[in-house]
């Protein structure tokens, strides 16, 4: 929410007077609220968490239009104080300005403005989709329980004890061919990394590991997902499925940041023989 400060101002804006009539002080056009949007929030400054006053000055030309701005008392930020003449420059309109003779003048409109950061929506950062479905096979190669964990089997329509394939005993015989007679547990998990391969976690060394599946999405600055390029589709069933299609059909935003960055999506499985 941006919300405008107490003006140095004596006059009060006047909505219904008609736009052309000349004032012998500045009075601006519409509310001045208008004049910063929520859209106009740097996404830089979004991702430095700053917020600030910015003290201003901008020139009027006799028209009523902003000319110049300039910077009186900074922020501290340089994107709150560069978005602010932007703003000002581009909506701040005022009625035209007359001087006692009845002359066109020009003024300087002085005044501050308060940024606060944007009331944060529902941001949905791809680990949202993430999950694990842990089996637990017997020596005779059933499966006798499996369960899922994680922020992401509501989003697939699994949780608790239903694992759907990742939670059967031909899905998983199949992924580990002979291996499978050795496997006592079993963990497929879906996760998101932003610096290389998931790690397996302290300690952990699968006695048998597969890279399912892999997709590279791209992180605009923004927050807006890019391009999601299939490394690797994911052999199921004797289909192929590309992980980027499953992100595809809701795509997922992510935190405001400074520069670009890449997610590495992963479907995989670690086995332990124990």
Not at 169 to 177: E, P, S, V
Not at 250 to 256: E, H, I, L, M, Y
Request: hydrophobic letters at 40%; a positive charge; proline letters at 7%.
């Amino acid at each position: 929410m941006i919300a405008v400060m107490a003006m140095m101002m004596a006059a009060s804006s006047d909505t219904s007077a008609a736009a052309t009539k000349p004032y012998r002080i500045l009075v601006p056009i519409g509310q001045q609220a208008g004049w910063f949007q929520a859209e106009d929030y740097p996404p830089i400054s979004i991702a430095q968490k700053a917020e600030g006053i910015v003290h201003f000055a901008v020139e009027i030309s006799p028209d009523g239009k902003p000319t110049a701005c300039r910077i009186v008392k900074s922020s501290g930020n340089e994107g709150l104080d560069g978005a602010t003449c932007k703003a000002l420059m581009a909506r701040a309109r005022f009625h035209p300005l007359i001087d006692k003779k009845g002359q066109p003048t020009t003024a300087t409109f002085d005044q501050v403005v308060r940024w606060r950061l944007p009331v944060k929506t529902a941001t949905e950062e791809i680990s949202d989709r993430t999950f694990t479905a842990h089996a637990i096979i017997a020596p005779t190669g059933e499966v006798v329980e499996c369960t899922m964990s994680g922020s992401g089997p509501a989003r697939f329509g699994t949780s608790g004890n239903n694992c759907g394939p990742f939670g059967e005993r031909g899905f998983l015989a199949n992924l580990m061919g002979a291996d499978y007679a050795k496997a006592r547990t079993s963990d497929i998990r879906l996760q998101v990394s932003y610096e290389g391969l998931p790690e397996h976690g302290a300690g952990r060394t699968p006695d048998f590991y597969l890279l399912l599946a892999e997709s590279e999405i791209a992180v605009n600055r923004d927050g807006s997902m890019g391009k999601c390029t299939s490394v690797r589709p994911l052999q199921m069933q004797g289909r192929s499925v590309d992980l980027c299609n499953i992100v595809a059909m809701a795509p997922p935003r992510f935190q405001p940041g400074t520069v670009n960055k890449r997610a590495i999506f992963v479907l995989d499985l670690s086995v332990s023989y124990k």
